[in-house]
């Protein structure tokens, strides 16, 4: 509880106000500056305003208060008791290897800013492991050793705002504790990097006029021209196969500090029949580039390890895919944790529809019809037939697009309680068209449902209920309720009474034009920037619009429809983008994993220094797929003949390199699994 005592003005004495005051008496300045803004608008981070600011009024997280009880506590550091706290009372919403998780990620951030050595501690919850010492206020050239005022009051807004989120009574925040901790450890580990990483270039500054040996690191954009990346013919590429290559970006910048940053460049081509897959000269002296078959699949059909799947399906390269549900807290039957979320087309089978409208990756084929239906019993997951990219050697292309409902067909069918094979459709409702809407909870939470209409909730394939009078109709998390107009199905009464006597009813997709010749997709989002879209007058596609790619209400993933840090942290990341090659002018897939949480090696990327990663790459259309701890890259290597991990582990906040690999080797560090992929295979001669 806050303290009674009050300031000059009548305001409450809280640990945010005396951190405000510490802050300005640091300065020596009466008033704040544009310094002082930054980092008390971080302290403020997580609250409802300046008096929200809950707990003992004392700048020292680890006296006079005990975290469980209100009471000194002499048996463990607050940091200790916080860390077991967040693996006990998280299990309400994330499973037991997630919520102890956290709790690592919290303990190694309070013991990094305390000064101590760091990383995410041993399975059991220990806080050891993870190499080297010295705070967490970093240096673009050495770690410091020294807890600064930044550091104490940061690792003391952790403390106080991981309490304040435990102990919510809130009924709509106390349903989101775990992705509320997971959000504060990242934001205050990324803002102890940015406030290092800007006291060093002011260093820089000082520095300059008496030491001509400063050392100057360039930007991330800078480091990429410098390298001359956009260009296939770059000694920074390794040719994978023909058409595919791989590089490495690996050194400080002046705006991330270290990083490493994988980028996957793939040849696309619209060939010919007699062409198809064929490399050869294109008659100007240039290798004709290779027709990439990209697969979209949800692993969990197959193997969730990406380097087995990418072996199995005989891929050159592979990514981790789109986003899945994890840490929100209303996941229900029939949806289950790591399902996909969003658009997902594998060899033509509509798995999942475009729910939310937001960015994706799309190979269009021809030949064969395009985008199948799914049918409602179909199975999860890849057969694993290798397939052409363009049914009977058509024309085959990659496309990033925003891909939304409008237009897509849901097909309903009712299927005999007696007899399975007693199945009948009961009408195809085209989303946008004859009073046909899609709810999803990007909109609303619950629909209420008029006399004039009728509506059905959808999860994937299934038609999880039917409401044929007026209602309040709760809105699936990761599915959408149906509503159209009564008068669209005839006999209702004899409908329900059959689905009241045990019929089941399923739906079936098919997507729009030009998106029925989809052969496979995957939705992420939001879109980096379209810089070719001419259908944006306003020209809002050269930035990202969250709100508009539905990131907003309770719509999964709830890190990003309900963020409280504005794209300030530093993350793991994963993109994808469209360019035209430097030196052929080909059109060219550039991937991009970056590695993150790793003090030493690789911090992270916010979103935004993505998209410019993305762009300065040479890329005119680009999006974000799921990164963190999900995030990875595979690649087959022809020197060893085997696939490869070419990412650092990202699942624990670690200093030092202990266990990283700097010869390209995969850690050993266990590792999220990879829910659902994109393989990149060759085009098929």
């Known amino acids: 509880m806050n303290s009674a005592n009050n300031k000059d003005d009548g305001a409450p004495v809280t640990w945010l106000s005396m951190a405000r005051m510490e802050i300005q008496r640091a300065h ?12 008390y608008d971080v302290l403020r981070a997580f609250g409802q305003g300046d008096d929200d600011a809950p707990g003992p009024s004392n700048l020292d997280p680890d006296s006079g208060y005990d975290y469980d009880s209100g009471s000194s506590s002499s048996s463990s550091s607050s940091a200790e008791v916080l860390r077991e706290r967040i693996s006990i009372e998280l299990l309400d919403e ?18 990094l800013l305390r000064g101590g050595g760091g990383g995410g501690g041993d399975d059991d919850g220990g806080g050891g492991g993870g190499g080297g010492g010295g705070g967490m206020m970093i240096s ?8 600064t005022m930044t550091e104490r009051l940061l690792r003391l807004a952790l403390h106080r705002r991981i309490v304040q989120i435990l102990s919510t009574t809130d009924p709509v925040l106390s349903r989101r504790k775990a992705p509320r901790v997971r959000a504060l450890v990242d934001f205050i580990w990324s803002q102890s990097l940015i ?34 990346m956009t260009s296939s013919s770059s000694s920074c590429y390794v040719e994978l196969s023909p058409g595919f290559r791989h590089a490495v970006i690996d050194g400080q910048t002046s705006d991330f500090g270290p990083v490493h940053i994988n980028v996957l460049r793939i040849d696309v081509a619209a060939a010919s029949e007699d062409e198809y897959g064929d490399v050869g000269d294109d008659g100007n002296g240039h290798p004709r580039p290779v027709v990439v078959r990209m697969k979209c699949v949800d692993a969990r059909g197959t193997t969730t390890d990406l380097r087995d799947l990418a072996r199995e399906h005989g891929a050159i390269a592979a990514i981790s895919g789109g986003f899945f ?25 509509v798995v999942g529809p475009p729910i939310f409208r937001r960015a994706a990756i799309v190979q269009m084929t021809g030949g064969d ?27 085959s292309s990659i496309r990033i697009d925003r891909v939304g409902m409008s237009g897509v067909a849901c097909s309903l069918f009712r299927t005999c309680a007696s007899s399975s094979a007693i199945r009948e459709r009961l009408g195809t409702f085209t989303i946008g068209k004859d009073g046909a809407k899609c709810v999803h909870r990007g909109s609303a939470d619950v629909v209420v449902l008029g006399g004039d209409e009728i509506a059905f909730s959808i999860v994937g394939s299934a038609v999880v209920s039917s409401h044929l009078s007026p209602t309040n109709v709760r809105v699936p998390l990761a599915g959408f309720v149906l509503v159209v107009p009564r008068d669209a199905l005839h006999d209702l009464d004899a409908i329900d009474a059959k689905i009241r006597n045990g019929a089941t009813m399923d739906v079936s997709y098919e997507l729009p034009p030009p998106y029925d010749g989809a052969r496979n997709a995957m939705a992420g989002g939001p879109m980096f920037f379209s810089d070719d879209d001419d259908d944006d007058p306003d020209g809002n596609c050269h930035s990202m619009d969250l709100h508009s790619e539905d990131f907003r209400g309770s719509a999964p993933p709830v890190t990003f429809s309900q963020d409280e840090t504005h794209d300030h942290n530093l993350l793991p990341r994963m993109g994808v983008g469209i360019a035209r090659c430097g030196d052929t002018g080909n059109e060219q ?37 799921d990164g963190g701890s999900s995030k990875r890259m595979v690649v087959w290597d022809p020197k060893s003949g085997r696939h490869r991990v070419v990412c650092l582990s990202t699942t624990e906040i670690k200093a ?8 390209g080797e995969e850690t050993v560090e266990p590792s999220r699994p990879v829910y659902s992929a994109i393989l990149f295979l060759p085009g098929e001669r």
């Open 589 to 625: 897939l550039v991937c991009v994993a970056v590695d993150g949480r790793n003090l030493d090696r690789a911090l992270g990327l916010t979103l935004q220094g993505t998209s410019d990663l993305l762009r300065a790459l040479g890329c005119t259309r680009a999006m974000n797929l």
């Open 28 to 39: 020596h300045r009466p008033k704040k500056n544009n310094n002082d803004d930054r980092l």
């Open 656 to 663: 030092g390199v202990a266990g990283d690999d700097r010869d």
């Open 195 to 228: 406030f290092g990483l800007r006291d060093d270039a002011a260093d820089d500054d000082d520095d300059e006029d008496d030491d001509a040996d400063v050392v100057r690191h360039p930007t991330l954009t800078r480091l990429v021209h410098e390298k001359d």
């Open 369 to 395: 019809g395009g985008c199948r239906r799914r049918s409602s019993g179909g199975g999860r997951g890849d057969d694993g037939e290798r397939r052409g990219g363009g049914g009977g050697g058509s024309a």
């Open 94 to 111: 994330v499973d037991p290897d997630q919520a102890r998780m956290f709790g690592r990620r919290f303990y190694s951030v309070s013991v």
């Open 140 to 147: 673009t050239t050495t770690t410091t050793t020294t807890t």
């Open 325 to 349: 549900l994890y840490s929100e807290p209303d996941i229900e039957i029939p949806s289950n944790r790591t399902d996909p979320v969003g658009m997902l087309v594998s060899d033509g089978t």
